[in-house]
């Protein structure tokens, strides 16, 4: 494999400065998902920890670093769960973190940020109008701005995901992993190939923020003048050039799902697997909805990245989803 940004041996060291509780997440065969689906399907949970998302395995890393440094502050925009994982990674060290996020995010993520002791500041437009202000913050302040996806310790913290997967022999074929900005999808590609290049990683994106997905099919940046999406964690519309080459090493394929499809994903993770999840999460599902036929006989396994959900639309969602049947 091609060198990407990402060392396997940082993340292998990453995994001694996230605190437990985040690492060695659930992975196991959910069968009552196969009937409907049609193919085996593992499922990688990174929901049951205290931010309820993969993102504080990159925050504790970021956090680690800060902790050492005389500039003892952080700043970073989000859509709500890269917010509430630096906030409870920069609780625990001392860290002034501040987060910029759009005054449009969900309520239930906002609420969390603030709950965990960070400064929350709300800008109006979406979550790039939030990036710009995060970054004016940074320069102001002369603090340090972490980037999603861009920051390789976000990636890194990510691929531990990968190792954990990789550690347990898969008899798995393909993972499916979400798609935003790029640092879970590269993160756990990179350790995948550089472990079991013969394991199909394939991105799935939401057609309503394609972004990423048009720039890895073209193989150059391509940037929407907007999102039409209810998978607010992965609705970015700038990719990050430095991620997009990373993830045209790792990623055999990056697919664009319907929301009819995520919304379908949803109620399914929920009647099979017992998990109320945010639309981000029920990706994999989605793509194998559309496509039942590339994935029939396979053995997929599927990252559910986060559960930070607005209460009331998830009952709208679930309420309007088909219901599958055995």
Known sequence: MQETRLDTTRIRAARQVIDPVFLNTPLYR?????????????????????????????????????????AR???????????QALAWSGRGRGLDITVVASRFA???KLDRIRALGAGLELVDGDHEAARERAAAIARYDGIRLVEDSLDI??????????????????????????????????????VVKALA????VICVQPLGAPAMTRSWHRRRVVTTDSTDTIADGVAGRRPVPA???????????????????????????????????????ALGIAAVLEDRDRFAGRHVVTVVCGSNVDVDAYRRWVSAAPVHRV
């Open 106 to 108: 969900t309520r239930a």
């Open 73 to 83: 502050a952080a700043v970073c925009a989000s859509a709500g769960n890269l917010g």
């Open 153 to 190: 310790e976000t990636c890194e913290g990510a691929a531990t995901i990968g190792l954990e997967l990789m550690d347990t022999a898969p008899s798995f074929d393909t993972v499916l992993v979400a798609l935003g900005g790029g640092a879970l999808a590269t993160g756990v590609g990179h």
């Open 197 to 200: 290049p013969e394991v199909e």
């Open 243 to 281: 991620v997009l080459d990373d993830l045209l090493l790792v990623a055999d394929d990056a697919v664009l799902v319907q929301e009819a499809s995520i919304i379908a994903g949803l109620r399914m993770l929920l009647d099979h697997a017992g998990l109320v999840v945010e639309p981000s999460a």
């Open 30 to 70: 959910c069968e009552a998902l196969e009937p409907v689906l049609g193919c085996a399907v593992s499922i990688k949970l990174e929901t049951a920890n205290p931010v309820r998302s993969f993102k504080a395995r990159g925050t504790e890393v970021v956090a680690s670093g800060l902790a050492d440094r005389a």
